[in-house]
């Protein structure tokens, strides 16, 4: 899971590697300039620039010529595909600055699920009844929607989160379970407090009523061992 400073360091980075073909870019313009007026200087009454006239003054024009032909058509070849490289490069930065944002912000909505479900996994736990666990849930929800505490709580180490959300929401999970990223995996799958299957009986705990499709979300939630 990319963290913001390992994103913004992974932009310095590219930002970095443009810089540099842009100067390259620049240093082959300077260098065929420069093959261009010694070019000029053998042109038959040009007026040269007399430092590039002196650098041909004695020479055979033909001989001077064909070397210095080929050195500027290498170098404009190598000028455009520098040109080329830089734009590709300038694309390839803005679709990476783009992904690299985008995985940034799944990350950061994943994690915030995990603590979603994280602290819905004690509410199981303590909640009496159904109804005091649906209000909980409503209370967890205005808390990562609207308090300000928890703006970046995608970017927080998931414990740190966990536990204020636990004692803002009134809860006292048990932090002896807690192992590395999550709740401490459990061998043997455990009932919500409100469950009515706590009741033993040899007939249908749910009457004549329709029995409900089984169970997800909150009633088969499990710790963070089963998130990743």
């Known amino acids: 899971m990319s963290t913001p400073d390992e994103t913004a360091t992974a932009e310095e980075a590219l930002d970095l590697s443009v810089a540099r073909a842009e100067r390259r870019l620049r240093l082959l313009e300077e260098l065929s300039e ?3 007026e010694l070019a000029r200087a053998l042109k038959p009454g040009a007026e040269a620039d007399k ?7 004695g020479k055979d024009p033909a001989a001077v010529f064909a070397p210095l032909s080929r050195a500027i058509r290498l170098t404009l070849a190598l000028e455009a595909r520098t040109d080329q490289d ?7 930065v803005s679709r990476a600055r783009k992904d690299a944002r985008a995985k940034a912000a799944h990350d950061c909505g ?4 995990q603590v979603r479900e994280l602290v819905l996994n ?3 736990r303590e909640c009496e009844s159904l109804e005091a666990f649906d209000e909980l849930e409503e209370a967890l929800q205005e808390r990562l929607d609207y308090d300000e ?7 927080r180490p998931v414990r740190q989160t966990v536990e204020r959300l636990c004692k803002d929401l009134g809860l006292t999970p048990d932090w002896s379970r807690w192992a590395g990223e999550g709740w401490a995996y459990e061998e043997t799958p455990t009932r ?7 009741q033993p009986s040899p007939r249908p705990i749910l009457g004549d009523e329709a ?18």
């Open 34 to 36: 420069i093959g261009m």
């Open 51 to 57: 430092t590039a006239a002196g650098e041909v003054s």
């Open 86 to 92: 830089l734009r590709d490069l300038k694309a390839g």
């Open 110 to 113: 994943a994690r915030e699920q």
């Open 122 to 124: 004690v509410a199981e």
């Open 149 to 155: 505490a928890y703006d970046e709580a995608g970017q």
């Open 192 to 198: 919500p407090r409100f469950s009515p299957f706590h």
């Open 211 to 228: 029995a409900p499709a089984p169970m997800s979300g909150p009633w088969r939630l499990h710790p963070a061992h089963d998130l990743e």
